[in-house]
């Protein structure tokens, strides 16, 4: 099993920035990928940005220029860097991490951007 742990959320004014961030224990070889997903109120949960082991980034066209995803390797650690927030960016943000072929999620961390 591995235990994913998310922190960083809060409460923070349109144009503000916040970080988050996701750390993996337990049994983290083989981790080859992790991940941000959020979902707001009445909609489904949504991609935000992962990255590989090998460094790959993806990110939603939503947040692209805005949001910067990166990995610590050593600690087992994701963050996501959120920059310029905007109302619609408020959600309940997922951390998931990928060992092997098996998913992993935490209890995810509430952003609340306030206009």
């Known amino acids: 099993q591995v235990q994913v742990v998310e922190s960083g959320g809060g409460l923070v004014q349109a144009g503000g920035s916040l970080r988050l961030s996701c750390a993996a224990s337990g049994r983290i070889f083989g981790i080859n990928a992790m991940g941000w997903y959020r979902q707001a109120p009445g909609k489904q949960r949504e991609l935000v940005a992962d990255?590989?082991?090998?460094?790959?980034?993806n990110y939603a066209d939503s947040v692209k220029g805005r949001f910067t995803i990166a990995r610590d390797n050593a600690k087992n650690t994701v963050y996501l860097q959120m920059n310029s927030l905007k109302p619609e960016d408020t959600a309940v943000y997922y951390c998931r991490v990928t060992r092997l072929v098996w998913d992993y999620w935490g209890q995810g961390t509430q952003v609340t951007v306030s206009s």
């Open positions: 990255t590989t082991s090998g460094g790959t980034t």
